[in-house]
């Protein structure tokens, strides 16, 4: 909290953010879009009749889970890339993909809950009346016939080897691998095997379909991978239409050029799968089923966030033992969870531009994720007054019953936003915060009066300056009530108020008005900056006060709220009503985050 001056000083910090975001990735783009292949892209046609823009990129995850921050820099990447290249000749488009090929871990639910990220994030899949909306399970029919040309050109065989063999044999860095006893099958052997494997003549394990690349191969990627296996399992779109599955390698590159990609983003661990990728593409080129310009793949550092966790797997461990209360958890990095938490889709995507693009791994600090946020609220979000540690304040020379009117602009640079009123009344609630029965040197709230110096003055915003005149301790020694007399032509907005110069200005609330509320105050889910690096067992970093609910006095104004509406409370932070446990006339306030960065 920030006592002596109630003034936000978000605004400022803006400036201290770098100015220039980069990303090496426009570069390549400038370079490739300036080619004559790319720039007759336009001359070309899908097989739907419509002509391709140079630019195409695509956000292709797998529906396994939630997204989570890592995957909104993707979006915002490829998605962001395409607006900006869509005004250039020929245009550009981000489609999106569901990349659904391994039955097993996805779920409907899964492609539901991402597709709504990528529009609450502001974005779509429309281009010029056209859905680019597009599953990898799109493409089974494709992918095996291309299959079938691979073996045919002597380029995929079925290897009758166990799991466990064909691992043994991979080799590793050191050491080169072994050629499988299956490796010189004929092509009908091996054509009259995968279409036996696909008429479900097997059963799971029994074979797979290879790459002929090479077993010596120094990356081990290379080395002779398996794009298919047998898999009797139901699929949530193709049901039970398929026993045999292709794998990553083998899906994505196919799906890139089935959709004329021209750039595929993605995250430096495909590093090593680039030759493979390329080695596709480029067979099926010289096969007759691709032409030039094929596409590319781009590696990009992925983000790595302080105090929280970017893996699906691992996200899906916290939400399985109950670490948190679900995928939509505010704690959580979930683009759900983030939502939840009060985040704008306009503050990801700031922070999402000033990180910048680049090439080499680095932690971001939840900080700027948070000033993003700051900086976004500070002039969309009205003000509010909310006393989070409440401690009563009595007004000793204020009448019994009396009341004064105050009021307060919702917003300081919006007067057209109007003003929330509130009664000045006897008895009123502080900030425990705000009182300290033995000031320390600096405190210019409020203490009592000893014997050299008088109790402490200060103003209650948009009201009275007032001065201690006592305190009330519990049998505890704890504070209990703290008493003051008002000064009756101190009122904020008139003449009298300048006569009174106070160095603490703080905040307040009429008892007999204000809201009890549920607020939930969150933090840091992790108390580690890095949770799960290196040795790092995650799970033994959990922040235990990651969560902590308390009761708070909010302005009566507050009463009316609906769920989803963010506020400044004024000194405390940004505070959004829960969308999910928000009822009508009794709102829940989560505290998305807090006016400075306080974490240590
Ligand atoms: P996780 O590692 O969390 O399981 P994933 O890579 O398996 O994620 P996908 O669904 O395959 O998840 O990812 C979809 C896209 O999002 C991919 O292009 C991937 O590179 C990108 N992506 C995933 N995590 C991050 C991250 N932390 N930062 C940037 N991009 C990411
Ligand atoms: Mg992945």
């Given at each position: 909290?920030?006592?002596?001056?109630?003034?936000?000083?978000?605004?400022?910090?803006?400036?201290?953010?770098?100015?220039?975001?980069?990303?090496?990735?426009?570069?390549?783009?400038?370079?490739?879009?300036?080619?004559?292949l790319y720039q007759q892209r336009p001359l070309r046609h899908d097989a739907d009749g419509n002509a391709?823009?140079?630019?195409?990129?695509?956000?292709?995850?797998?529906?396994?889970?939630?997204?989570?921050?890592?995957?909104?820099?993707?979006?915002?990447?490829?998605?962001?890339?395409?607006?900006?290249?869509?005004?250039?000749?020929?245009?550009?488009?981000?489609?999106?993909?569901?990349?659904?090929?391994?039955?097993?871990?996805?779920?409907?639910?899964?492609?539901?809950?991402?597709?709504?990220?990528?529009?609450?994030?502001?974005?779509?899949?429309?281009?010029?009346?056209?859905?680019?909306?597009?599953?990898?399970?799109?493409?089974?029919?494709?992918?095996?016939?291309?299959?079938?040309?691979?073996?045919?050109?002597?380029?995929?065989?079925?290897?009758?080897?166990?799991?466990?063999?064909?691992?043994?044999?991979?080799?590793?860095?050191?050491?080169?691998?072994?050629?499988?006893?299956?490796?010189?099958?004929?092509?009908?052997?091996?054509?009259?095997?995968?279409?036996?494997?696909?008429?479900?003549?097997?059963?799971?394990?029994?074979?797979?379909?290879?790459?002929?690349?090479?077993?010596?191969?120094?990356?081990?990627?290379?080395?002779?991978?398996?794009?298919?296996?047998?898999?009797?399992?139901?699929?949530?779109?193709?049901?039970?239409?398929?026993?045999?599955?292709?794998?990553?390698?083998?899906?994505?590159?196919?799906?890139?050029?089935?959709?004329?990609?021209?750039?595929?983003?993605?995250?430096?661990?495909?590093?090593?799968?680039?030759?493979?990728?390329?080695?596709?593409?480029?067979?099926?080129?010289?096969?007759?089923?691709?032409?030039?310009?094929?596409?590319?793949?781009?590696?990009?550092?992925?983000?790595?966030?302080?105090?929280?966790?970017?893996?699906?797997?691992?996200?899906?461990?916290?939400?399985?033992?109950?670490?948190?209360?679900?995928?939509?958890?505010?704690?959580?990095?979930?683009?759900?969870?983030?939502?939840?938490?009060?985040?704008?889709?306009?503050?990801?995507?700031?922070?999402?531009?000033?990180?910048?693009?680049?090439?080499?791994?680095?932690?971001?600090?939840?900080?700027?994720?948070?000033?993003?946020?700051?900086?976004?609220?500070?002039?969309?979000?009205?003000?509010?007054?909310?006393?989070?540690?409440?401690?009563?304040?009595?007004?000793?020379?204020?009448?019994?019953?009396?009341?004064?009117?105050?009021?307060?602009?919702?917003?300081?640079?919006?007067?057209?936003?109007?003003?929330?009123?509130?009664?000045?009344?006897?008895?009123?609630?502080?900030?425990?915060?705000?009182?300290?029965?033995?000031?320390?040197?600096?405190?210019?709230?409020?203490?009592?009066?000893?014997?050299?110096?008088?109790?402490?003055?200060?103003?209650?915003?948009?009201?009275?300056?007032?001065?201690?005149?006592?305190?009330?301790?519990?049998?505890?020694?704890?504070?209990?009530?703290?008493?003051?007399?008002?000064?009756?032509?101190?009122?904020?907005?008139?003449?009298?108020?300048?006569?009174?110069?106070?160095?603490?200005?703080?905040?307040?609330?009429?008892?007999?008005?204000?809201?009890?509320?549920?607020?939930?105050?969150?933090?840091?889910?992790?108390?580690?900056?890095?949770?799960?690096?290196?040795?790092?067992?995650?799970?033994?970093?959990?922040?235990?006060?990651?969560?902590?609910?308390?009761?708070?006095?909010?302005?009566?104004?507050?009463?009316?709220?609906?769920?989803?509406?963010?506020?400044?409370?004024?000194?405390?932070?940004?505070?959004?009503?829960?969308?999910?446990?928000?009822?009508?006339?009794?709102?829940?306030?989560?505290?998305?985050?807090?006016?400075?960065?306080?974490?240590?």
């Amino acid at each position: 909290m920030s006592p002596e001056s109630p003034k936000n000083t978000t605004s400022n910090k803006t400036k201290a953010i770098a100015a220039e975001p980069s990303n090496f990735l426009r570069q390549i783009i400038e370079h490739d879009l300036a080619q004559p292949l790319y720039q007759q892209r336009p001359l070309r046609h899908d097989a739907d009749g419509n002509a391709l823009p140079p630019l195409i990129t695509r956000f292709p995850p797998e529906p396994n889970g939630y997204l989570h921050i890592g995957h909104a820099k993707s979006i915002c990447l490829n998605f962001g890339l395409a607006a900006e290249y869509q005004s250039r000749a020929g245009g550009a488009r981000c489609n999106m993909r569901l990349d659904d090929t391994n039955p097993v871990k996805e779920d409907v639910e899964y492609v539901d809950s991402i597709l709504d990220a990528v529009r609450w994030l502001g974005f779509d899949w429309e281009a010029n009346g056209q859905t680019h909306l597009h599953y990898a399970s799109d493409y089974f029919a494709q992918l095996y016939q291309f299959a079938e040309v691979l073996i045919e050109h002597g380029k995929a065989y079925v290897d009758s080897q166990t799991a466990d063999e064909i691992h043994a044999k991979r080799g590793n860095f050191n050491q080169a691998g072994q050629n499988s006893p299956y490796r010189n099958r004929s092509v009908e052997e091996n054509l009259q095997l995968f279409r036996a494997m696909r008429a479900g003549e097997f059963s799971d394990g029994q074979h797979v379909l290879r790459l002929k690349i090479e077993m010596q191969h120094p990356n081990i990627v290379m080395r002779d991978p398996v794009i298919y296996r047998i898999r009797h399992a139901h699929h949530h779109r193709t049901g039970d239409q398929w026993c045999i599955y292709p794998l990553y390698d083998f899906t994505h590159c196919i799906s890139d050029a089935l959709e004329f990609v021209s750039h595929s983003i993605c995250t430096l661990e495909f590093e090593n799968n680039r030759p493979l990728y390329d080695w596709i593409l480029n067979t099926l080129k010289e096969a007759g089923v691709f032409s030039d310009p094929l596409p590319h793949q781009h590696e990009f550092a992925r983000l790595n966030l302080t105090y929280t966790l970017t893996s699906k797997r691992k996200l899906l461990q916290l939400v399985a033992e109950k670490c948190v209360d679900g995928w939509d958890d505010p704690r959580m990095p979930t683009i759900v969870g983030i939502r939840r938490r009060g985040y704008t889709p306009e503050s990801l995507r700031l922070f999402c531009e000033r990180i910048g693009v680049s090439k080499a791994d680095s932690w971001i600090d939840m900080s700027t994720l948070e000033q993003a946020l700051r900086d976004d609220l500070d002039a969309k979000a009205p003000r509010a007054t909310a006393v989070l540690k409440p401690l009563k304040l009595v007004i000793e020379n204020f009448p019994e019953n009396g009341s004064e009117a105050c009021s307060a602009p919702r917003h300081p640079h919006h007067p057209e936003w109007g003003k929330r009123e509130f009664n000045f009344t006897r008895e009123v609630w502080i900030e425990a915060d705000d009182f300290m029965l033995e000031p320390v040197k600096g405190f210019f709230r409020l203490y009592p009066p000893s014997n050299d110096q008088a109790g402490g003055r200060v103003r209650l915003r948009h009201g009275f300056v007032i001065e201690c005149t006592g305190v009330e301790l519990d049998s505890n020694g704890q504070v209990k009530q703290v008493n003051a007399r008002y000064f009756p032509d101190s009122k904020s907005g008139t003449p009298g108020s300048d006569n009174y110069k106070v160095k603490g200005n703080i905040h307040w609330l009429s008892v007999a008005e204000a809201l009890a509320v549920e607020v939930r105050l969150y933090d840091h889910l992790f108390t580690e900056p890095h949770p799960d690096s290196g040795e790092n067992n995650f799970l033994a970093h959990l922040n235990p006060n990651s969560k902590q609910i308390i009761t708070a006095y909010l302005e009566p104004s507050m009463k009316s709220v609906q769920a989803g509406e963010r506020f400044q409370f004024e000194r405390h932070g940004y505070f959004i009503a829960d969308a999910i446990d928000s009822q009508a006339g009794k709102p829940i306030f989560n505290r998305t985050v807090a006016l400075k960065d306080t974490w240590k």
